[in-house]
């Protein structure tokens, strides 16, 4: 079985038993003020576990927890892990969330799988190979910007909306699901035009990496360098900014951040 492979039946059933938990989950609220639940345990443990036995040479990393390391020697693959995006939503109960599982070769995004349960929709995507709703070849056609577009961005900003974003306020529909691993996965399937976050996490974004980039879209950090390889502070959890969109939409929402950066100076 390949990393990628295995990644899609792990979301899956990740998903399974999040699904199990989400009449009876209990909610605890973690030292930096986000929600954890039961399931984001119970679903971490069973997937590393498993990444684990398959993989014993690999780094696993999840959002809850510390990682599990392979024996002494540098490890080509990580997998990143994240049990339950969309928790704050999961936890009000909620649809919206997902389970979402990344593989990084040389700290490089190569596959990854994300799966909303509640959807039954499987997104998976392997270097190479495409990217994949349940059985659907995705891509993300290159359409302009326009005031039929939907565009995401998240809340709260702690010092107002910067000019670019005010500028998407007007012009553009608004929209977030509460699960970032999903957004990324609807740029992909074309759906969503543009998705900026100024306090994603490596956790958020590391499923639906390959889902994008092998659906043609374009992800970047919110300045258009490379997203990967992330620093090791953003590796233990320090955000990161980021923008997906399809090759048009990414494009001028980098040149309206640049230009609106470059004005402020």
């Given at each position: 079985m390949t990393r990628g492979d295995l990644a899609a039946e792990l979301v899956v059933r990740g998903g399974h038993v999040a699904l199990d938990y989400f009449s009876r989950r209990h909610v605890a609220w973690k030292p930096d003020g986000s929600m954890v639940t039961d399931a984001d345990l119970a679903i971490q443990e069973a997937v590393a576990h498993e990444i684990s036995r398959m993989f014993p040479g690999d780094v696993v990393l999840g959002e809850e927890g510390p990682p599990r390391m392979p024996a002494p020697g540098t490890a080509l693959h990580a997998w990143i892990i994240d049990p339950l995006?969309?928790?704050?939503?999961?936890?009000?109960?909620?649809?919206?969330?997902?389970?979402s599982i990344g593989v990084l070769r040389g700290g490089v995004a190569v596959a990854g799988a994300v799966y909303?349960?509640?959807?039954?929709?499987?997104?998976?995507?392997?270097e190479g190979r495409g990217a994949w709703l349940n059985d659907r070849a995705l891509y993300a056609k290159p359409r302009a910007l326009s005031e039929s577009s939907l565009v995401s961005i998240r809340t709260p900003l702690d010092d107002g909306p910067p000019p670019y974003v005010t500028a998407w306020l007007r012009q553009y529909r608004l929209r977030r699901f509460g699960s970032t691993a999903l957004q990324l996965c609807y740029v992909a399937m074309g759906a969503l035009d543009l998705v900026h976050d100024h306090r994603a996490t490596l956790w958020d974004v590391a499923g639906a990496?390959?889902?994008v980039t092998e659906a043609g879209a374009i992800l970047t950090r919110a300045d258009g360098s490379p997203l990967f390889p992330v620093s090791a502070a953003e590796s233990a959890g320090e955000p990161l900014a980021m923008l997906a969109g399809n090759r048009l939409t990414h494009a001028q929402g980098l040149a309206e951040i640049v230009a609106s950066l470059s004005a402020a100076r």
């Open positions: 995006d969309g928790t704050n939503n999961y936890g009000r109960g909620l649809p919206g969330f997902s389970v909303d349960p509640v959807a039954a929709w499987l997104f998976r995507a392997c990496a390959a889902v």
